[in-house]
């Protein structure tokens, strides 16, 4: 069975570029997570979608960042403009979901090393 | 006061070695548990769930304790490939978010 799918695995571009991270849940699964982790922070939680809908964003560190979740199979975060302390490792989970969050574990995408110079 | 604490460590063991980290969480509500494991610039991956009763798998055990508020994972007969960061997840009941410990580090040396 596929996995979580993200993409591009690493990213450098300058400050100030728009930067689009893409995600590829596991089919079936409802629900759709976005994380950062950096040594400083370790992982945080961004965003999450249920049914394509954000639910909690509280997360997201300002607004130069987005999330979409456009259908059940695919998800972007935006960074625009990007700045150096954006530089992390983000990465994409999903969980099934049938019974809530509720004792299902996340599975995670392998991650996008994204260098902002 | 954080959702979840672990002591980052590192947990230095030989081969063979037993070892056993534990988790602290702070809300009494919280119904799912989780142990992950990361490898160096790789994604967390799940290790093991844990639940009421405890489970066990293979030289992996992990317990619940809720009168402590705590989760441990212990690991028998070391291997130098369990050398990762060992992530505590917590689902609160009521809440519709996970919250990851900050990972404890072992390094199992020959």
């Known amino acids: 069975d596929a996995g979580v799918i993200q993409s591009p695995r690493h990213e450098v571009t300058e400050m100030g570029q728009e930067v689009t991270l893409r995600c590829k849940p596991i089919?079936?699964?409802?629900?759709l997570f976005w994380y950062r982790q950096t040594m400083m922070r370790g992982l945080e939680l961004l965003i999450y979608f249920n049914n394509n809908v954000p639910i909690d964003d509280s997360g997201m560190p300002e607004d130069r960042f987005s999330a979409k979740m456009p259908n059940a199979s695919f998800s972007t975060l935006k960074i625009q403009p990007s700045e150096p302390r954006d530089s992390a490792v983000y990465f994409c989970?999903?969980?099934?979901?049938?019974?809530?969050?509720?004792?299902?574990?996340?599975?995670f995408g392998d991650g996008t090393r994204l260098s902002i110079l | 006061r954080k959702e979840v604490e672990q002591d980052p460590g590192p947990f230095n063991v030989p081969e063979g070695a037993t070892v056993a980290f534990n988790c602290t969480y702070s809300?009494?509500?919280?119904?799912?548990f989780f142990w992950y494991r990361q490898d160096c610039r790789k994604e967390p991956k799940l290790l093991m769930s844990?639940?009421?009763s405890g489970n066990e798998d293979g030289r992996f055990t992990a317990q619940l304790n809720r009168a402590s508020q705590y989760i441990s994972l212990l690991i028998r007969d070391s291997k130098l490939s369990d050398s990762a960061t060992y992530l505590c997840v917590v689902n609160p009941s009521g809440f519709n978010k996970f919250y990851f410990g900050s990972g404890t580090k072992l390094n199992v040396k020959p």
């Open positions: 089919s079936g699964h409802d629900y």
């Open positions: 844990v639940y009421s």
């Open positions: 989970a999903s969980l099934e979901g049938d019974r809530g969050l509720t004792y299902q574990p996340q599975h």
């Open positions: 809300n009494s509500a919280s119904q799912s």
